[in-house]
């Protein structure tokens, strides 16, 4: 199973890893965002409501970048549905001469 470039690594051993660093990703940043908005929510805020929406606006932030590094590791993000094109009939212009600029001057002397 060992080539002369290096070891050969099945693809279901990657994808355990890849899903082994994203859990350890998510849970770290999930915990510091967390401790880090707590900590901001003592310095800022008195009441206890508000002091735990810092710890939840944390919480969300550290899950939400866990999940967008994760969604890049697994190969891209997911696909945005967009609405479609609107339809353009083809239509010519009518054929007009075109008119010099010159032309279009009236004359004012008059």
Not at 6 to 28: K, M, N, S, Y
Not at 56 to 82: D, H, N, R, V, W
């Amino acid at each position: 199973m060992t080539g002369e470039k290096g070891e050969f690594t099945p693809p279901r051993h990657e994808i355990d890893a890849q899903w082994d660093e994203c859990v350890d990703l998510t849970v770290r940043r999930f915990i510091y965002s967390s401790v880090s908005g707590g900590f901001g929510g003592l310095l800022l805020f008195r009441s206890p409501v508000s002091r735990w929406a810092a710890v939840a606006f944390g919480a969300g932030i550290g899950i939400g970048s866990a999940y967008t590094e994760c969604s890049q590791k697994f190969g891209g993000f997911p696909i945005k549905f967009l609405p479609p094109a609107p339809k353009v009939a083809n239509v010519t212009a009518p054929e007009t001469a075109p008119q010099s600029p010159v032309s279009q001057v009236t004359d004012i002397s008059e």
